[in-house]
C-alpha cells in the first residue's frame, strides 16, 4: 500500500526520509517541480527552450531535500526556494563565463537590482514575495515590492507589464499573444524590450 503523502508536512517528510522511507524523495521531487519551474521561467530564455535551467533547478531541489537542517527554523519551502535560485544563478553566471554555451541567451533577474536608500535586493527575491505562501514572508517584503512595482511602473509600457505578468504566471508566447489579441511577434519583441529595460 502506497502511504498519502499530502497529509504530512514537509519537515516531517524530511525526517521520514532520513529515518529510511526512501520513496519520500520522490514525492518532494514532483511536489516542488511547479516551483522549479517558475525560478528557471524567471531567469527569462528569450526565444528558446528552459530545459537546462529547470535541470539545475531540480538539482538545486535535490541539494536542499540532502542538506536540510531540521533543527533550524526555517520552513523547508524557504530553504528549498534559496536552493533553487542559487543553482539556476549559478548555472547562468558560468554560461556568462563562456562554460555552458547552451545557456548564453539567458539574463537573470537576479542581476537587476531594486534599490532604496541604501538597501539592495535582487528583483528575483522581490518577485518571489509577491507569489509566497507565507504571510510573514509578504510582510517582511512589502517596502521592497513596492519599489519593485514604482520601478516596472515607470521603466515599462502597459503592454510590457501585462506580457510580464503573464510570462512569470508560466503561459508560452502563443497564450500571452492570445490574451492580449497581439501576434506572438509582438509579445516576442515585447520580452526583448523588458529583459534589456530589467537587465540596466
Known amino acids: 500500500m502506497i502511504e498519502d503523502y499530502s497529509k504530512y508536512a514537509d519537515e516531517m517528510l524530511i525526517q521520514m526520509l532520513r529515518n529510511g522511507q526512501k520513496d519520500v ?99 528575483q527575491e522581490v518577485l518571489h514575495s509577491l507569489t509566497a505562501k507565507n504571510p510573514e514572508e509578504v510582510l517582511i517584503n512589502k517596502e521592497e515590492v513596492n519599489v519593485l512595482e514604482a520601478q516596472v511602473g515607470s521603466e515599462l509600457s502597459k503592454f510590457e507589464r501585462q506580457v510580464l505578468h503573464l510570462y512569470l504566471s508560466g503561459k508560452e508566447y502563443v497564450e500571452i499573444a492570445k490574451e492580449l489579441e497581439r501576434s506572438a511577434k509582438s509579445v516576442d519583441n515585447a520580452l526583448g524590450r523588458i529583459k534589456m529595460k530589467l537587465g540596466k
Open 25 to 123: 524523495e520522490d514525492y518532494i521531487m514532483e511536489k516542488y517541480k511547479g516551483l522549479v519551474r517558475k525560478n528557471a521561467r524567471a531567469m527569462f530564455l528569450i526565444g528558446g527552450e528552459n530545459d537546462d535551467l529547470i535541470q539545475e533547478g531540480m538539482i538545486g531541489l535535490f541539494k536542499a531535500i540532502r542538506d536540510y537542517n531540521l533543527e533550524q527554523e526555517v520552513l523547508f519551502y524557504s530553504f528549498a526556494n534559496l536552493c533553487i535560485t542559487r543553482q539556476i544563478y549559478s548555472a547562468v553566471e558560468a554560461s556568462n563565463r563562456k562554460k555552458h554555451k547552451p545557456l548564453n541567451s539567458y539574463v537573470s533577474l537576479d542581476s537587476a537590482m531594486v534599490t532604496k536608500d541604501e538597501y539592495t535586493v535582487p528583483i
